[in-house]
């Protein structure tokens, strides 16, 4: 079936440093994929998305690109703040139920 | 904005006892969805329903129920709670139709059962 993979946290970094959080799935066909933000004492909100293969989906600094032959879809930002701190979660659509399949989620913490 | 709120934010219930979790969002959305949230385990959905009075098990409807009587409130329902139903409960409503369109998430309700 249908799942997603993300890399085991947290992630601890400085202020002004590099992110990259991998997410790898498996699935049939050829799914949209997301990535969530979970801020403290909050629900999730969409950060980005990409739909088809090579897409790139980009918002307030972060990026993903959707690779096909490497069924990856990886969060980067280039330069992290202190506000960046939550917990991400890449997800994938799964079928047209508008069902999302999410990974275990990733705490990222930034220290001033 | 679209706007998903949930009854509570904190619950403490004790084991047996019957508990519903209230979901309602103001955008007219016809999917709506019940995830539970575990440190490690990411979200699991245990019940959708894409219209009303229609209703889909998700991957663990064990010990859940729910209930949408009307197209902008989606009820979860512990029969009888159990301390291994103390988690985070997220709510999230989505239009139909268009496979990639977002789910708005409500603030979430934490429930401890003892």
Known sequence: GNSVTQMEGPVTLSEEAFLTINCTYTATGYPSLFWYVQYPGEGLQLLLKATKADDKGSNKGFEATYRKETTSFHLEKGSVQVSDSAVYFCALHSGNTGKLIFGQGTTLQVKP | ?114
Request: charged share 25%; aromatic share 12%.
């Open chain 2, 1 to 114: 904005d679209v706007k998903v709120t949930q009854s509570s934010r904190y619950l403490v219930k004790r084991t047996g006892e019957k508990v519903f979790l209230e979901c309602v969002q103001d955008m007219d959305h016809e999917n709506m969805f019940w995830y539970r949230q575990d440190p490690g385990l990411g979200l699991r959905l245990i019940y959708f329903s894409y219209d009303v009075k229609m209703k889909e098990k998700g991957d663990i409807p064990e010990g859940y129920s729910v209930s949408r009587e009307k197209k902008e409130r989606f009820s979860l329902i512990l029969e009888s709670a159990s301390t291994n139903q103390t988690s985070m409960y997220l709510c999230a409503s989505s239009p139909r139709g268009v496979p990639t369109d977002t789910q708005y998430f409500g603030p979430g309700t934490r429930l401890t059962v003892l």
